[in-house]
């Protein structure tokens, strides 16, 4: 693997920021570290960076051990959360910053910020200074200085974060783009799930300091490993209870009256505690009075979100139970007020033991 | 009504007469010397009858011109080597020394509450008991800096204070060597500080009299000069020394005032200015 972190540990002070990660990445490989604020995303890439010892364990660049290696050694380069680019210095002057530390030729020099001032559609703005600069064109000249020295990897660290949602879903395809071009690692740190899912090849969900999974981002979305990744990436209806009867091929769990069969026992017995997570988009709508599917439950319809190509719907059972559903919205729905039967397949019930929360490692 | 009207109409010559009385309270005893040096009767020039007499004087009186050279040096120095070290012990403190920073800080001010005669006879025992060094030049000008260096690192820490050092770690990642960081991306965002230390410490030290004093034994300074006019009679050349370092002072002070204007030299970095003039 190109990139390798093996139990990367960090303590501060009485804290470890981050616990016991390992991570193995290709060389062609856009993987994501999505975690919600402080679980250690940018200590991490700091680790990678070099700006941050770990306390414990060995960052492996390219096949060599740089565990030691001052950053300035370490030929990676970072988009940072606070972009900090140098105030003193033109936009110019900022793009050709990490280009002179390498002491390029001049010509070549001014061929890649040309470049990086072409993609990034920052032509015009070479003479300006940062503070003359709106917060998304200091963040693309931030990520314009992580690309023009082609690094052996690049750390992003939530770089789209400052940008309106039109302009970042169109980054979010350039930064995949160039990340494809260039043919090097991008490690991109956000805690936005859509960002993550939209580019990633994988996605390390960070929790608390460790990694929770480290996965493709199908079988994330899909098969979560844990309580944290389901709750976390997607949107989902969560249900807690207690196991009634298992075996083999299924699993019963009564939560507050309320009797939910999921196919697999994701290693549960009668008695314990349980997490039952089922997405939004599994929950499908019938009119009054359906029976079919494993799953089915009357309720009203409390609400209707319109998300533009699909609805939000906010069901209510008889017993204050509430629950969304997202359809497509092909056709009419059924509007506020109306009863239906929400109804979702076993197969697509996550289960997951309840598990005392142990927070930070300390 | 008619009351708050005549309130209002002098509230401006009220300012403007304060305004007055500020300055002439700060410029009239250097007027009176600058009219003194270039008259007749320096030592009350009331009327003036114009004369290069005294400054004549002083270009003939070697005692001067020594003591004016050795203040330069004294200043000069002191101030450089003040501005280095509290340069490097504020990076320190700011950098590394985490929680400890209160603890540290206060042990590099304490040498400012050290009584300047206290300070200079001490440093004339030390010095010349543990470092062999006698009262000269070089041993004041030690003394000096100890005294300086509180001053600049309070000068200095105002400064770095506001600096953010993330700058650095970006620079580092961008393949920067420690040195290289600082003199591309420190240096740049925190000359202003340095050079308010540097200046505060060249007057400081250019001045002194109580430190110098033990330390020099025979070397005149401008200070120790003019101290010991004021026992043998203030000779002409007194004034006319008086009013050409003045002179020198507002030179270099408009000369500045001009580069700053023109925007040759910048101030460290004026976000706000540069951000107006798009
Ligand atoms: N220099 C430091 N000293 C002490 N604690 C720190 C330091 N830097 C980070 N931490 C702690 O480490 C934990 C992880 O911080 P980190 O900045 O890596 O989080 P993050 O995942 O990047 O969060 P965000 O999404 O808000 O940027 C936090 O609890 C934080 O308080
Ligand atoms: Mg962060």
Redo the contacts between chains.
Sequence with gaps: MYISLQGISKQYASVWAIDRVNMAIAKQEFVSLLGPSGSGKTTLL?VI???EKPTEGRVLIDGQDVTEL???KR????V?Q?F?????RTVRENLA??LR??KMPKAEMDERIDWALGILSLQGLDG??P??LSGGQQQRVALG?GLV?RPKVLLLDEPLANLDRELRQEMEVEIRRYQMKLGIPFIYVTHNQEEALSMSDRIAVVNKGHVEDFAERTTLYDKPKTAFIAQFVGRSNKFEGKVTAADGGSCTIDAGGLSLTASGNGGLKPGDAAFAFVKNEKVALAPEGFVGEDNSLPCTVRDVILRGAYAEYLLETSDGLGLVASRPRSGEGPSIGHAVVAHWASGDVDLYPVKPDLGLRR | MAKGNIARKLQKPALIGTMLICYLFLYLPILHIGLGSVSKNYSFPYPPQLTWATFEKLAENTLYQTALGNSLLIGVLTALLSTLLACLATMGLLRHAGRHTVKFLILFIAPLFVAEVLLGLSSLIFNGLFLQLGGNLFSAILANTVHCFSYALLIIATQLYRY?W??D??????????L?TFF??TL??IWPGLFGAFIVCFIMAFNNLEISFYLLGATPTLPSVAWGALRYGIKPELYALASGVNVVVFLVLGVMFVLMRTGAVRFG?K?ER??SA?
């Design positions: 700091r960076a070099g700006l001052p950053p300035h030929g990676v380069a970072m940072f606070e900090l680019l140098f105030p003193h910053f990490p530390m390498m300006r200074y503070n003359q200085r020295g | 953010d993330r700058l770690d970006a620079a580092m990642v961008f393949g920067a060597t420690p290289r591309e991306v740049p965002l970095h976000p540069e951000r798009i």
